[in-house]
T-cell receptor, first 114, second 112 residues
Framework: NAGVTQTPKFQVLKTGQSMTLQCAQD?????MYWYRQDPGMGLRLIYY???????DKGEVPNGYNVSRLNKREFSLRLESAAPSQTSVYFC?????????????FGSGTRLTVV | SQQGEEDPQALSIQEGENATMNCSYK?????LQWYRQNSGRGLVHLIL???NEREKHSGRLRVTLDTSKKSSSLLITASRAADTASYFC????????????WGAGTKLIIKP
């Protein structure tokens, strides 16, 4: 029972570099999400995908892009990393909508941009 | 935007005691959810209480919701060392099925 799997777990980038965070779920969930978590703050939604083939902006989408590759996979791309993007990134999924029923979270990716 | 505000920010109690955390929010909601996050790990969904419910139980967890005061509380009874974690409340807004609004969390430490 893998649930939601995120890779990598840790990453250090230099300012201006790009990278893609990968997320996959094996629960046949329809919706998937990317959040960031910063110290002393609640989680903030970056992007979400309500169903395969759709993506929508969340609260803090600037500097990020996403791809819902298929029903299982939802990736987050940083095209030109900035120190302000240093954070812990969480992928989550839910059967329908997380705000209706709750999310299942991955274990996170700790990203440092220097 | 940060909707939920947890109180206290940190709580340290002896094993076996009860722990109570509070959450306040600002807008009308469909539901309120509580999550636990162990250090360095992802969040785990604990319990969801709908806006028309006043109290809900799950094992040693008891959640109450007072929509007139826009507040909720999470009670953990007979605490254990394994309950040491951060606890977050999150509200499901009426105009979205997908986005939760999160508080900053309460850090709970259970002393042996």
């Amino acid at each position: 029972n893998a649930g939601v799997t995120q890779t990598p777990k840790f990453q250090v980038l230099k300012t201006g570099q790009s990278m893609t965070l990968q997320c996959a779920q094996d629960m046949n969930h329809n919706s998937m999400y990317w959040y960031r978590q910063d110290p002393g703050m609640g989680l903030r939604l970056i992007y979400y995908s309500a169903s395969e083939g759709t993506t929508d902006k969340g609260e803090v989408p600037n500097g990020y892009n996403v791809s819902r590759l298929n029903k299982r996979e939802f990736s987050l791309r940083l095209e030109s990393a900035a120190p302000s993007q240093t954070s812990v990134y969480f992928c989550a999924s839910s059967v329908l909508g997380g705000a209706i029923e709750g999310y299942t979270f991955g274990s996170g990716t700790r990203l440092t941009v220097v | 935007s940060q909707q939920g505000e947890e109180d206290p920010q940190a709580l340290s109690i002896q094993e076996g005691e009860n722990a109570t955390m509070n959450c306040s929010y600002k807008t009308s909601i469909n539901n309120l959810q509580w999550y636990r996050q162990n250090s360095g790990r992802g969040l785990v969904h604990l319990i969801l209480i709908r806006s028309n419910e006043r109290e809900k139980h799950s094992g040693r967890l008891r959640v109450t919701l007072d929509t007139s005061k826009k507040s909720s509380s999470l009670l953990i009874t007979a605490s254990r060392a394994a309950d040491t974690a951060s606890y977050f409340c999150a509200t499901g807004e009426r105009d979205s099925n997908y986005q939760l609004i999160w508080g900053a969390g309460t850090k709970l430490i259970i002393k042996p």
